[in-house]
């Protein structure tokens, strides 16, 4: 099951990261598209081979490379990813386009969010996932992508120390990346082995 997860949230971190640069305009999309399948093919290449779209994974199949029962799983699981991605920006940003303040919830989940990939990059880094020459790749790149993604709903912090430093000092902007960050190492005990 691991592979299929490790597709499944590949693809939902490159269309949530694609639809935040939409949404905020603040990175062309087709950088943060660029950064983001770079990072998820660090994370998640060596579990899954980091498809992360149905017509990759149709070329594998006719080449090959996976089986029509992993082929078949792969795309039901990208393509569950891709409707969890469009939930998660209309959650996100749909729910309060307009409104003159942002709802703590939305605050606490888009925090939560971007720190999760902030820290899987961590995570790739320390457990061996990427070379050490490239762990600030990772990590930044990880910063980079959850940034983008956490403006859907926030003002992209994500660092409880940063939030104090901004006096941005509300439970939202000091929890979320405590889940955030929490959930990720859970992702990777889950998806990534230590190879240290």
Do not use: C
């Amino acid at each position: 099951m691991q592979k299929y997860w490790a597709e499944y949230l590949g693809t939902y971190l490159l269309a949530t990261a694609i639809l935040g640069a939409i949404t905020s305009e603040v990175v062309p999309v087709p950088i943060v598209a660029a950064f983001t399948l770079a990072l998820v093919v660090y994370l998640f290449g060596g579990v899954s081979g980091a498809h992360v779209n149905p017509a990759i994974t149709i070329m594998m199949l006719l080449g090959r490379k996976i089986s029509l029962v992993d082929a078949g799983l792969y795309i039901i699981f990208q393509l569950s990813a891709g409707v969890t991605a469009a939930l998660t920006a209309s959650y996100l940003f749909g729910a309060w386009a307009g409104a003159p303040i942002e709802p703590a919830t939305h605050i606490l989940v888009a925090e939560a969010l971007g720190t999760m990939i902030l820290a899987l990059g961590v995570q790739a880094a320390v457990r061996g996932i990427v070379p050490h020459s490239l762990s600030g790749i990772s990590v930044g790149g990880g910063l980079f992508i959850g940034i983008n993604i956490a403006l859907l709903g926030s003002g992209a912090i994500l660092n409880p120390a940063v939030a104090v430093a901004t006096k941005a000092v509300t439970m939202p902007y000091l929890l979320g990346p405590i889940f955030g960050a929490i959930f990720a190492g859970a992702i990777a005990s889950y998806l990534f082995k230590k190879t240290d």
